[in-house]
């Protein structure tokens, strides 16, 4: 069994669906990343499962237990899930012991006390059992908040943009020790974000949402590769298109003709490429023949604008059959001059 189980999950405000039947299912470990632009109720959700909002239809599981459908709403403290939020809300009058053991309540003393001592080594915070929340760094009232979230063992982790409000520099580091942690203790978790960037580093899998549904889930590799529609693929990276029109099974194009069934003869086709997924061939100069297409599909283009950036270089271009303007992001070792002709390849596995 799944340890958070959510099934047909849906919730109105008003006339209007936030969430709309949503279902997804996470396994002890793993972590998912709900992750969608502002408003597209992604906090809704985590609410509902915490049990702090109650939805108009829907089924929640944790470990194969009931705790919400149409009859049933576990209290929130009795489900079992941890909470982490992007405002922290420690307790600024409690200790760090305090704010940790605060969810052990039902734990006699000395138990307690070492479970809080034991999660404060986890946390790499030994010695700051004595200190308050005001006298710590954002950081480490992070690390405060995620022992205090897991000191009563829970089976699931809820999380809300948790590491927004930490300073770039400190973020990566903590987002990785926060992943080693919940990896350890075979916690589920749920993290919701609106960054692509943070969804990739954490996630196992990406549930993408939008207008309260789950429009893809999958991991990382397979959602960035093989994004569901433009907008998916546009949620993640810049993106070009270059348009055709179907022919019957193909869309001719200024790269050559590709292949897409199930278009009515003479409907618009969007083909989408990554900038990263946009090839220069380097050694040709747009002088030579023109490139090997046996493993891909090959355009001539001059170059309008090149940037260096450090890792790479975004080279913009026109296409000389059409005039389309497209992007290419290529190894920063590689800067082209405005003005040249170029070959832009796209690989077919692309
Ligand atoms: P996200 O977390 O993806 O940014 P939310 O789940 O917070 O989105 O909100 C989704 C939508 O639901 C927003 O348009 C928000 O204004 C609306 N909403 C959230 N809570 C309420 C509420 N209690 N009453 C009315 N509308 C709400």
């Known amino acids: 069994t799944p340890r958070l189980e959510v099934a047909g999950l849906s919730r109105r405000f008003g006339a209007r669906a936030v969430v709309a039947d949503l279902s997804l299912a996470i396994a002890a470990g793993q972590v998912t990343c709900l992750l969608g632009p502002s408003g597209c109720g992604k906090s809704t959700t985590l609410r509902i499962i915490a049990g702090v909002d109650r939805p108009d239809a829907g089924t929640i599981r944790i470990d194969g237990r009931v705790v919400c459908d149409d009859r049933v709403a576990v209290p929130p403290e009795r489900r079992s899930v941890g909470l982490m939020f992007q405002d922290f809300a420690l307790f600024p009058h409690l200790t760090v012991a305090g704010n940790v053991g605060f969810g052990l309540a039902g734990m006699d003393r000395q138990t307690a006390a070492a479970r809080v001592g034991e999660l404060l ?25 995620l022992a ?40 589920a978790v749920l993290l919701v974000t609106h960054e692509p960037d943070e969804a990739m580093r954490m996630a196992d899998e990406i549930a993408l949402m939008r207008d309260g549904r ?15 529609d433009r907008a998916a693929a546009a949620f993640f990276s810049d993106i070009n298109v270059i348009r055709g029109i179907s022919r019957g099974a193909l869309t001719e194009t200024p790269f050559g003709v590709f292949l897409t069934p199930g278009h009515a003869d003479g409907a618009a086709v969007e083909i989408v490429i990554r900038p ?66 170029l070959w832009l390849m796209i690989r077919r596995d692309r």
């Not at 089976?155 to 520099?169: A, I, K």
């Not at 992943?179 to 075979?186: H, M, P, S, V």
């Not at 975004?314 to 992001?329: C, I, K, P, Y």
């Open 121 to 145: 080594e986890r946390v790499n915070l030994p010695g700051f059992a004595a200190k308050y929340p005001h006298e710590l760094s954002g950081g480490e009232q992070q690390r405060v908040a």
């Open 148 to 187: 205090r979230a897991l000191a009563p063992r829970p089976r699931v982790m809820l999380m809300d943009e948790p590491f927004s409000g930490l300073d770039n520099r400190l973020r990566d580091g903590i987002r990785d020790s926060t992943l080693d942690l919940l990896k350890e203790t075979g916690t």
């Open 214 to 228: 789950i429009v893809q889930q999958g991991a990382p590799y397979n959602i960035y590769n093989a994004p569901a």
């Open 276 to 341: 990263q997924h946009l090839k220069i061939e380097l050694d040709r100069n747009g002088r030579g023949p023109s490139p090997d297409t046996r493993n891909g599909a090959a355009a001539r283009g001059i170059v309008t604008r090149a940037r260096f950036l450090g890792r790479e270089s975004l080279v913009e271009f026109r296409l000389e059959a059409d005039g389309t303007r497209l992007t290419a992001a290529v190894p920063g070792v590689f800067l082209p001059r405005a003005g040249a002709a």
